[in-house]
């Protein structure tokens, strides 16, 4: 059995293929295929609130594809969400109709706090340990979603309109920056510690640069220094010379920025980095609407 997992992001939009395993009581997936398409509709939705004729059909035809791709390799169920780009184009209704027209698919353009709640449903905290308080920091291209667990309980989560692209479009608010910083500062002042867990295409890429191993945690000044490092080279030096991709080579600085913030607030030390993202989220809620509604 395989389901699949699309998510449509503001920097980048993807389709993961899932094989679903079950073994006596519990069920589980293995990521089979992950196509990440660059289409940054970021640009379009934060400077124009509106996504281009051009971007649109990219998408629409990318749509297309993930339909081809998904019936050859006989996707039994799949979910396809849409996030902050989509969110704030005012032709976003518009495009999820041709989708389904052309591409067959059904597309949701979700909330932030559904984001959030779609994240934090891989429960990377238990696989840590969960008797401890984690916030999880999800920073995408258009919002960053923050989720708080103490001992497995959730007690707060938000999303918040700061993300990469925005910043580097300088459609990120003060305001908003600030509000962030509240949520952040009155949800963890409680707690004398508190670790990160991250997840995002950009961490999971900072934390390969890291050379950490086995599940090690990033620490906050290992981070900062990596922020320094990345920094001083031009973006052409960090495609060319760090060999980083040329869609991620520039998101990758206002996403460090993100990060160290939210720990600088939080006094988190250590950030673990489980790579699952949005799409893992996706597939397990495909699990849990398949089998566990089932009994």
């Given at each position: 059995m395989r389901y699949a997992a699309i998510d449509i992001g503001s920097n980048a939009v993807r389709l993961l293929i899932a094989d679903i395993i079950e073994n006596n009581e519990s069920v589980s997936f293995k990521k089979n295929t992950l196509i990440r398409v660059p289409l940054?509709?970021?640009?379009?939705?934060?400077?124009?609130?509106?996504?281009?004729?051009?971007?649109?059909?990219d998408l629409v035809k990318t749509m297309v594809a993930f339909r081809?791709?998904?019936?050859?390799?006989?996707?039994?169920?799949?979910?396809?969400?849409?996030t902050s780009a989509m969110r704030e184009a005012k032709n976003g209704q518009d495009i999820?109709?041709?989708i389904k027209e052309q591409?067959?698919?059904?597309?949701?353009?979700?909330?932030?706090?559904?984001?959030a709640k779609i994240i934090y449903t891989n429960h990377a905290e238990q696989s840590i340990d969960k008797s401890k308080n984690y916030l999880y920091i999800d920073v995408g291209g258009g919002s960053t979603e923050l989720s708080l667990f103490s001992e497995g309980k959730l007690l707060g989560s938000r999303s918040f309109n700061i993300g990469t692209i925005r910043i580097l479009d300088n459609q990120d608010k003060e305001e908003t920056w600030s509000e962030m910083r509240e949520f952040v500062r009155d949800h963890t002042k409680q707690f004398k510690s508190v670790?990160?867990?991250?997840?995002?295409?950009?961490?999971?890429?900072?934390y390969r640069?890291?050379?950490?191993?086995?599940?090690?945690?990033?620490?906050f000044i290992k981070l900062k220094s990596l922020y320094s490092y990345l920094n001083s080279f031009s973006l052409k030096d960090r495609i060319n010379?760090?060999?980083?991709?040329?869609?991620?080579?520039?998101?990758?600085?206002?996403?460090?920025?993100?990060?160290?913030?939210?720990?600088?607030?939080?006094?988190?030390?250590?950030?673990?980095?489980?790579?699952?993202?949005?799409?893992d989220g996706i597939i397990q809620i495909l699990i849990e609407k398949n089998f566990l509604n089932n009994d």
């Open positions: 940054r509709l970021g640009d379009d939705a934060f400077l124009q609130q509106f996504i281009s004729e051009r971007k649109a059909a081809n791709l998904m019936d050859v390799y006989k996707v039994t169920d799949y979910i396809a969400f849409a999820v109709r041709t591409a067959d698919i059904d597309l949701e353009i979700v909330t932030g706090q559904k984001e670790n990160g867990i991250g997840t995002g295409g950009n961490i999971n890429k900072l640069l890291s050379e950490e191993r086995g599940g090690a945690p990033l620490t010379v760090l060999g980083i991709n040329q869609d991620r080579a520039d998101v990758i600085i206002p996403a460090c920025e993100i990060y160290l913030s939210v720990m600088k607030w939080a006094n988190i030390k250590n950030i673990y980095v489980p790579s699952v993202g949005l799409v």
